[in-house]
């Protein structure tokens, strides 16, 4: 997204290799390999977090602005040879879990 950066820090839960960005692609990837069973039940669910900011353009001011799109979870059940893929809504400045804020870029 236009204005939106990488900020180099991400975090995550346990021995969970860090997710990685491809400044060329402006992709964030998170390889797991492969889960034990059980885990986000009998165990630790697997956590990650990243930072990235915004510079905001004057005509985005008072609006929603986007920061992440084409938001996918994919991976292959070894157990039952499925295929699983998740998607979730873009993130916006309006739907982010931890915005501070109203939501909508200030002046």
């Known amino acids: 997204m236009p204005g939106v950066a990488w900020e180099e820090r991400a975090r995550v839960s346990g021995s969970q290799p860090q997710p990685a960005y491809d400044a060329g692609q402006r992709t964030i990837t998170w390889d797991l390999g492969t889960l034990p069973a059980g885990v986000g039940v009998s165990f630790p669910q697997y956590e990650a977090n990243f930072q990235i900011s915004i510079t905001p353009s004057l005509n985005q001011v008072g609006e929603t602005v986007p920061l992440l799109k084409s938001v996918r979870f ?34």
């Open 74 to 107: 994919e991976g292959v059940d070894t157990f039952t040879k499925e295929r699983i893929l998740r998607t979730i809504p873009d993130v916006t400045t309006s739907n982010i879990d931890d915005s501070r804020a109203s939501g909508n870029v200030g002046e």
